[in-house]
């Protein structure tokens, strides 16, 4: 699909389309994790409430939903930040604490984060860590179970966070926000870190690139990987809800 069949598409969204809650990495992006363009017009058209669900930290959602102009709605570092609305207050589900004492303990074991001094990733987290996948798994993983968090690997990153959030979790408190129900929401996604959102939304869709234990717990898998297979999902939903 070119970018003039991506505005078709978004011109010809059936009124009926559900709320949507999708993934950005490895599900708006293309495989060098730049949003895909094509998504734009999509997106924007949408004639429901758009939800951004991620494991990045929050101002990298909320940035895209203000540059779209889309309404601020987002889950950010897999549920453990819920902003649901520009005039609303960012709800945190999960605190610091045992995420900077386990982040501390990695250091002193001699390992880095990864992303070098600045850390964009980790900068503006609130309630969980990233640590790069260039970085041991093991030791984060020990630490993680001494600290009672979770370690998921979304392929992109692995994060470490609160077992009490995950992007279900974050997606039912943004629903109750916003007066509805989870599984009024789509929810299109790729990696593991989407499950917990699959399994309370509605309808769930992954694209190609996920892996299979991620696809076969959707309710469709779509053709295309990256945006390509987001632009067949939101067809598809067209084509259910037309
Ligand atoms: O940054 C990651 O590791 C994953 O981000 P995502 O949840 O938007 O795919
Ligand atoms: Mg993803």
Redesign the pocket.
């Known amino acids: 699909m070119d970018f003039e069949e991506s505005l078709q598409l978004a011109r010809s969204l059936p009124e009926s389309l559900p709320p949507l809650t999708v ?5 708006l992006t293309d495989d060098t994790r730049a949003v895909d363009p094509r998504v734009f017009p999509v997106l924007q058209s949408w004639p429901s409430t758009i939800v951004i ?4 930290a929050m101002p990298y959602p909320v940035a895209l939903c203000e540059f779209l102009g889309l309404e601020t709605r987002v889950i950010a570092e ?1 549920g453990g930040v819920v902003v649901p609305g520009r005039e609303r207050d960012a709800i945190f589900l999960a605190d610091t604490e045992a995420i900077e004492s386990l982040a501390a303990a990695y250091r002193e074991r001699g390992h880095s984060l990864g992303w070098g001094s600045a850390d964009l990733v980790n900068r503006w987290r609130a309630t969980e860590l ?1 640590v790069s996948r260039e970085s041991p798994l093991d030791p984060l993983a020990d630490l993680a179970d001494e600290y009672g968090l979770t370690v998921v690997d ?1 392929g ?2 692995y ?1 470490v966070h609160s077992a009490s959030v995950d992007k279900g979790v974050g997606l039912s408190r943004m629903a109750a926000e916003l007066g509805r129900e989870t599984r009024d929401f789509a929810f299109v996604g ?2 593991p ?2 499950v917990p959102g699959f399994e309370v939304a509605g309808i769930a869709v992954t694209v190609d690139n996920a892996p299979d234990a991620v696809k076969s717990q959707a309710d469709y898998s779509a053709p295309g990987a990256y945006g390509d297979g987001f632009l067949d999902a939101v067809e598809w939903l067209s084509e259910r809800y037309r």
């Open positions: 993934d950005i990495d490895g599900t669900a991620t494991g990045k897999n990233a979304t992109y990153a994060h790729d990696s870190n989407d």
